[in-house]
T-cell receptor, first 112, second 112 residues
């Protein structure tokens, strides 16, 4: 099976702009989670979607949002970008009957 | 909520020696503990995991031990090789496996 894919891989934006990141899970996986990775804060959970419903949300401001489509693909959106949003954004998918999460390559976002 | 502490933050060992990384978790209800390896510029890759009903698990040179009473778990790498150099993350999750809570990571360097 193909692994988790994310697009774009790299992105440069300026403060105040908004950005949309995309994630395609492993075929058959209905759960998609998003994480933010920074040198200072490490890996932090953003949210998790299952069958188009958000089931869990981390401690991030409302500027961070997401959605999942009927084919399990997921997008996350960050509005009104701040310098501190510069990070590697990772998505992960997992099978319904397993706790194992498989990560995509990430989207590296730089906010100038 | 769940909190995971990981030590040490950096570890340097001679090739062929063993390496041990330790994590403690706060929520006794956590039931799944994966370990991820992340090489520079790459995605986190699952290397081993353990569930709360098991005390130890081995996979070739890698082993994980879990002490539920003390709420800590450890990664053991024996006969280390240069390709083991990477950042290692431990994580914990509660039943339902919706959200991984990660430790801060350990940068392991294998010296030839």
């Amino acid at each position: 099976k193909a692994g988790v894919t994310q697009t774009p891989r790299y992105l440069i934006k300026t403060r105040g702009q908004q950005v949309t990141l995309s994630c395609s899970p492993i075929s058959g996986h209905r759960s998609v989670s998003w994480y933010q990775q920074t040198p200072g804060q490490g890996l932090q959970f953003l949210f998790e979607y299952f069958s188009e419903t958000q089931r869990n949300k981390g401690n991030f401001p409302g500027r961070f949002s997401g959605r999942q489509f009927s084919n399990s693909r997921s997008e996350m959106n960050v509005s009104t970008l701040e310098l501190g949003d510069s990070a590697l954004y990772l998505c992960a998918s997992r099978p319904t009957d397993s706790g194992t999460q498989y990560f995509g390559p990430g989207t590296r976002l730089l906010v100038l | 909520g769940e909190n995971v502490e990981q030590h040490p933050s950096t570890l340097s060992v001679q090739e062929g020696d063993s390496a041990v990384i330790k994590c403690t978790y706060s929520d006794s209800a956590s039931n799944y503990f994966p370990w991820y390896k992340q090489e520079l510029g790459k995605r986190p890759q699952l290397i081993i995991d353990i569930r709360s009903n098991v005390g130890e698990k081995k996979d070739q040179r890698i082993a994980v031990t879990l002490n539920k009473t003390a709420k800590h778990f450890s990664l053991h790498i024996t006969e280390t090789q240069p390709e083991d150099s990477a950042v290692y993350f431990c994580a914990a999750t509660l039943p339902g496996a919706q959200k991984l809570v990660f430790g801060q990571g350990t940068r392991l360097t294998i010296n030839p």
